[in-house]
């Protein structure tokens, strides 16, 4: 196990889409002008891509125009202070291969939010980065975490 200068994991590019791969909530990142904007959004894996819906808006607009996002999802303890972070970014493009876009149609992403949501949207990873805080670690104050009771 790998632990940068913090004292965190450093998760591999594997153990982050294996960890991608089990959650359905993530944030995506995009840039309207020079200003972020993070949106949650229930996803999917298809071939190494995150693959999410939308409808018309900010998001696809990113899509549409071939936009570099980035791409978050978590699991974290508060109670244990333990948990995972996975980053991703690259490209977003809007699903328009047949043969992906019934993959994508075969996961289970139904919309939370009201609205159509008939789009889909796919990030192609270019930079896969991960950290994991684990019982023991040292905390920022240099100590480090209990037992579990």
């Known amino acids: 196990m790998t632990a940068d200068d913090t004292g965190l994991s450093v998760l591999d590019e594997g153990e982050c889409m294996a960890l991608l791969a089990g959650v359905r909530v993530g944030r995506v ?21 995150i693959v999410f819906r939308t409808g018309t808006g900010t998001k696809l607009d990113a899509a549409t125009r071939n936009a570099v996002v980035a791409f978050e999802v978590d699991d974290l303890d508060p109670l244990y202070h333990e948990g995972w972070s996975v980053l991703v970014v690259g490209v977003a493009d809007e699903l328009t291969d047949r043969a992906l876009l019934q ?9 939370w939010a009201p609205g159509r949501r008939d789009h889909f949207v796919r990030l192609q990873p270019e930079f896969v980065s991960g950290r994991r805080i684990f019982q023991g670690a040292p905390a920022a104050n240099g100590t480090t975490g209990g037992g579990r009771a």
């Open 29 to 49: 990142a995009v840039s309207i002008g020079a200003v972020p904007a993070v949106f949650p959004v229930n996803f999917g894996v298809v071939d190494g891509t």
């Open 103 to 111: 993959r994508a149609e075969a996961l289970p992403l139904s919309p």
